[in-house]
């Protein structure tokens, strides 16, 4: 059971456009959700991050907006540069329960120059 | 450099053998997870210890097992291995109850390969 998707494997986006990647979920207890973003042979860097409580939050480049009645947020980069492109995971979780990180498979983001 | 070391970087074994993996945390954090990621799979949590007790388990096979030590670095043990187990394995730490506000760090990971 997944509980963390994201349903696109791949999107590419021109330089200086904005990508928004998606990410949906499934367990309503989760009250915490996470970007992040991974390189070839490294592992992930944290991105960005937003509380339930919350419908959005910005950091710079990057804004990520939550809808929770339809347990879905997405993540904007805006504008987008060529070195953004990597591997941008999805990730949640229950800090009331386990404090542990659930990810979605990831998307590979490939900005074109 | 994210301060959670990972060792060895690359690892290939043959299949029915035991390997074991290494993870020191960033200076501070008491909370080491380990993770899995297959190919085309996301990361799939294993297991966290916090301060040397285990404190979640995920999808972790029986084969498989880990400790934390008094020093606070963690191991990760393979043993039967198989086929299937070739994957990159993740370790990450966080300050305590900080996994989801402040999120992870991770480390470069170890890419085993069973043949």
């Known amino acids: 059971d997944q509980q963390v998707k994201q349903n696109s494997p791949s999107l590419s986006v021109q330089e200086g456009r904005i990508s928004i990647l998606n990410c949906d979920y499934t367990?309503?207890?989760?009250?915490?959700f996470l970007w992040y973003k991974k390189y070839p042979a490294e592992g992930p860097t944290f991105l960005i991050s937003?509380?339930?409580?919350?419908d959005k939050n910005e950091d710079g480049r990057f804004t990520v907006f939550l809808n929770k009645s339809a347990k879905h947020l997405s993540l904007h980069i805006v504008p987008s540069q060529p070195g953004d492109s990597a591997v941008y995971f999805c990730a949640a979780s229950d800090e009331g329960g386990s404090e542990k990180l659930v990810f979605g498979k990831g998307m590979k983001l490939t900005v074109n120059p | 450099d994210s301060g959670v070391t990972q060792t060895p970087k690359h690892l290939i074994t043959a299949t029915g053998q035991r390997v074991t993996l290494r993870c020191s945390p960033r200076s501070g954090d008491l909370s080491v997870y380990w993770y899995q990621q297959s190919l085309d799979q996301g990361l799939q949590f294993l297991i966290q210890?916090?301060?040397?007790?285990?404190?979640a388990k995920g999808n972790i096979l029986e084969r498989f097992s880990a400790q934390q030590f008094p020093d606070l670095h963690s191991e990760l043990n393979l043993s039967s291995l198989e086929l299937g187990d070739s994957a990159l394995y993740f370790c990450?730490?966080?300050?305590?109850?900080?996994?989801?506000?402040?999120?992870?760090?991770f480390g470069s990971g170890t890419r085993l390969t069973v043949v």
């Open positions: 990450a730490s966080s300050v305590a109850g900080g996994g989801g506000r402040y999120g992870y760090t």
């Open positions: 937003i509380s339930s409580i919350k």
């Open positions: 367990n309503s207890m989760f009250d915490y």
């Open positions: 210890y916090y301060n040397g007790e285990e404190r």
